[in-house]
């Protein structure tokens, strides 16, 4: 066949209508010689392609990563009963995994954590209840080592109860784990260094195991002195640091409903 201009926009629309793979490997398998005289004409095969009115991004067989597409993705794993947890989304190497790198470039989310809230979902809940093994224990408490985050004992039950519980469920005893993790039990036996984001998780965290009951004044002041101490010291107040944790004071005005 002699291919000119015109008849070289004709096939490359009517394979596109018919749903055939029409980025340049999978094309010139097939249809060598269009390959080649859609380049010799148009300059380029890309340009051969735009010509004929298609999207080359479309054909290429590379996703065009958007919000909307990656909210998606996150939703149709939840309703499959994926692990949505980091770790375990990005080991997968597939469609998930891609979608998650994707949501942290700045013009999408910046983050997984916001990616999984733009989806509806919480993201120390999807750390709670992620499914554990001894490697992603190991894996996460290294993580958490280089980030310098908390790692004695009752900093971790604080910040991530799911993970604290993991590591005495797989391995006996908390210290054993972190031996597991290559770190020190006695040196990480400090007091907690507080930030307003560990507080405001840890809020988070005490009002979702609470239930039906307020988070009050009293009841915090009394059952967990040091966060106490630290909402007050780094917010100015209880009803500031709920407050930043978007929790809404009770009828009584003595805490989060």
């Known amino acids: 066949m002699v291919w000119d201009k015109p008849r070289i926009l004709q096939e490359l629309r009517r394979l596109h209508h018919a749903r055939q793979n029409l980025s340049y490997t999978g094309l010139a398998r097939k249809k060598q010689s269009l390959v080649s005289a859609a380049a010799y004409h148009f300059g380029s095969y890309r340009s051969a392609v735009e010509q004929a009115g298609i999207a080359y991004a479309d054909v290429t067989r590379r996703p065009r990563w958007t919000r909307q597409n990656i909210i998606a993705s996150i939703k149709s794993a939840r309703r499959r009963g994926h692990d949505l947890h980091w770790a375990a989304v990005t080991k997968r190497g597939d469609e998930l995994s891609r979608a998650a790198f994707a949501s942290l470039q700045p013009r999408l989310f910046g983050s997984w954590d916001r990616a999984l809230h733009a989806a509806g979902l919480d993201a120390d809940e999807i750390s709670l209840y992620r499914t554990w093994d001894r490697n992603s224990v ?120």
């Not at 908390?174 to 907690?192: E, I, S, V």
């Not at 979702?208 to 009050?216: E, H, L, P």
């Not at 040091?226 to 780094?234: F, K, N, S």
């Open 138 to 257: 190991v894996f996460e408490l290294k993580a958490r080592a280089q980030d310098d985050e908390p790692l004695n004992s009752g900093a971790l039950q604080q910040d991530d109860p799911g993970l604290h519980a993991a590591a005495l469920r797989y391995f006996g005893s908390y210290d054993t784990a972190l031996r597991a993790a290559h770190l020190d039990p006695q040196r990480l036996r400090r007091r907690r260094r507080w930030s307003k984001e560990s507080v405001i998780r840890s809020v988070k965290m005490l009002r979702r195991r609470s239930g039906k009951a307020s988070i009050t004044d009293a009841r915090v002041r009394a059952t967990n002195p040091p966060l106490y101490g630290a909402m007050i010291r780094l917010f100015g107040s209880f009803r500031k640091a709920c407050g930043a944790a978007g929790l809404t004071p009770s009828p009584s005005g003595r805490g989060p409903g």
